[in-house]
Nanobody, 118 residues
Framework: QVQLVESGGGLAQPGGSLRLSCAAS????????MTWARQAPGKGLEWVSG????????YYEDSVTGRFTISRDNAKNTLYLQMNNLKPEDTALYYC???WGPGEHDYWGQGTQVTVSS
């Protein structure tokens, strides 16, 4: 069965960095676009960043552009999100999601918590 397992979350100070990972299994990872999404307490879901199956195209939500970098290692079936210059407003539960755009997101991980606070 499809499994997406996030890791790498935690507590970071403003201006700090974290690297999220998502280990995928149960499907041909290299055939699917992948997305990172987040949800902060009391707020709606945000689509943070996406990457095509071969890494040829990416997108970023405006508030993270220039600070976050999405990448993938198809040989390791792993998706990454490098988060630099973290801000308190980045505090959220971050999800790894299979798919690229609306209607394509079909499997979700359990999420990893990111908290940015001094």
């Amino acid at each position: 069965q499809v499994q997406l397992v996030e890791s790498g979350g935690g507590l970071a100070q403003p201006g700090g960095s974290l690297r999220l990972s998502c280990a995928a299994s149960g499907f041909t990872f290299s055939s699917y676009a992948m997305t990172w999404a987040r949800q902060a307490p009391g707020k709606g879901l945000e689509w943070v960043s996406g990457i095509r199956s071969d890494g040829s195209d990416t997108y970023y939500e405006d508030s993270v552009t220039g600070r976050f970098t999405i990448s993938r290692d198809n040989a390791k079936n792993t998706l990454y999100l490098q988060m630099n210059n973290l801000k308190p407003e980045d505090t959220a539960l971050y999800y790894c999601v299979r798919g690229w755009g609306p209607g394509e997101h079909d499997y979700w991980g359990q999420g990893t918590q990111v908290t940015v606070s001094s």
